[in-house]
C-alpha cells in the first residue's frame, strides 16, 4: 500500500528511494481547515504535500504531487503506522503519472471508533474529496484501499472515473478471516514482533522475504497503544465488509489485478469481482503474492496504461 504497514519500506527498499530532506515545515490554520505542509525537494511536478483537513470532528491526513489537470487518488490498504511520513517515496514511485495527474494518496480518519466500517471509510474519503473540491478521480485502492474504492464508486458514481482494484476482494473468505483474525489476536496482545512477523510472511512473497524480511520488521518496531487501537477498529471493519450485492452500481470502468501467491485475499479474490463485474483484470502467477502492488515492476504501468487508455 504502497499498502499495509510495510509497504513504505519496501517501497524505499526495493527502488531504492533517496528521501530528500524536508525543508520546512509549518502550520496554517484557515478557517474551518487545518493544513499541515511539509516540502520536499523533488526533481518533476509540483512539489510534496501533506495536508490535514477536519470534517466535523473527523481529522484525515493526505499527501497530494504531481502537476497534471486530470486527478488520481490512492488508496492505501490496512496499517499500523501510517504511510504519510513517507511523501517523496510514494512520489518517486509514482512520478510516471505526475505530468498527467495531480495524484492524492488518502490516510484513514484519525479519530475512529469502534464500529468504524469500511463504507464508513469511503464516506470519509468523499467528504475528503470534496473538501478539496475533487469533483472526481482516477482511483486505486490497494487491499481494505480496494474496498474502499469500491464503496466510493458505489455511493458515489460521480466521483469515480475509472477504478483499479489490487488484491483485494469483495467480501471475506475463510483465508481472508484467518488472517485478519490473527492480525488482530496478535494486535490485542500487543506482540509487535509477531504482529509484525505475520504482516510481513503474509504479505510479501518468498523473494521478497529472503532480501527484506528482517528490515521490513526492524523498520517498524515502536507501535503506539493508539496505533494498535486504530489498527484493530480497521481490520475489524474487513470482517463486517460485503458489497457484493451491490456492484450494478459501479458503472465505471475497472481493471482488476491480483497474484496467485496472494495469502490473504488468495487469487480468487479478484478474479471473483471481475467475474461479477465482466471487467478487464490481470493475475500474477505464483511468484507474486499479496503485495504485487508493491512487488512487480510493470504494476505502476500497468495501471497507467489502463487509465489512460492504452491497449496491453
Request: charged letters at 20%; a negative charge.
Amino acid at each position: 500500500m504502497l499498502h499495509p504497514l510495510l509497504a513504505g519500506v519496501l517501497l524505499v527498499n526495493s527502488i531504492c528511494v533517496a528521501i530528500s530532506i524536508v525543508k520546512f515545515l509549518t502550520l496554517f490554520i484557515l478557517s474551518h481547515r487545518v493544513i499541515w505542509s511539509a516540502s520536499f525537494n523533488n526533481a518533476y511536478g509540483r512539489v510534496a504535500n501533506m495536508e490535514q483537513f477536519h470534517r466535523e470532528m473527523r481529522k484525515m491526513k493526505h499527501i497530494v504531487f504531481g502537476s497534471g489537470t486530470k486527478n488520481f487518488v490512492i488508496l492505501p490498504g490496512l496499517s499500523v503506522h501510517s504511510v504519510m511520513g513517507l511523501a517523496d517515496a510514494i512520489a518517486e514511485a509514482y512520478k510516471d503519472f505526475c505530468e498527467e495527474y495531480t495524484v492524492y494518496v488518502f490516510d484513514r480518519a484519525e479519530n475512529i471508533h469502534e464500529g468504524y466500517t469500511v463504507r464508513n471509510m469511503a464516506e470519509d474519503t468523499a467528504a475528503a474529496m470534496r473538501e478539496l473540491n475533487i469533483k472526481n478521480a482516477d482511483v486505486f485502492g490497494a487491499s481494505q484501499g480496494g474496498m474502499i474504492a469500491m464503496y466510493l464508486a458505489i455511493d458515489h458514481p460521480q466521483m469515480a472515473n475509472r477504478l483499479i482494484l489490487g488484491s483485494t476482494l469483495a467480501k471475506p473468505n475463510g483465508t481472508f478471516n484467518h488472517v485478519i483474525d490473527e492480525w488482530i489476536r496478535l494486535a490485542r496482545a500487543k506482540d509487535e514482533l509477531g504482529l509484525l512477523e505475520s504482516f510481513a510472511d503474509n504479505v510479501y512473497s518468498e523473494s521478497t522475504l529472503k532480501a527484506y524480511r528482517e528490515t521490513l520488521i526492524s523498520s517498524n518496531l515502536g507501535i503506539s497503544d493508539e496505533e494498535y487501537r486504530r489498527f484493530i477498529i480497521l481490520a475489524e471493519a474487513c470482517k463486517t465488509f460485503d458489497c457484493y450485492g451491490e456492484f450494478s452500481s459501479i458503472q465505471c470502468p475497472v481493471l482488476v489485478i491480483g497474484a496467485e501467491g496472494d495469502r490473504v485475499v488468495t487469487a480468487e479474490g479478484p478474479k471473483q469481482i471481475a467475474e461479477a463485474l465482466g471487467c478487464e483484470s490481470y493475475i500474477y502467477d505464483g511468484s507474486h503474492g499479496h503485495g504485487v502492488y508493491d512487488e512487480a515492476a510493470d504494476y505502476r504501468r500497468r495501471c497507467l496504461d489502463f487509465l489512460l487508455g492504452v491497449s496491453a
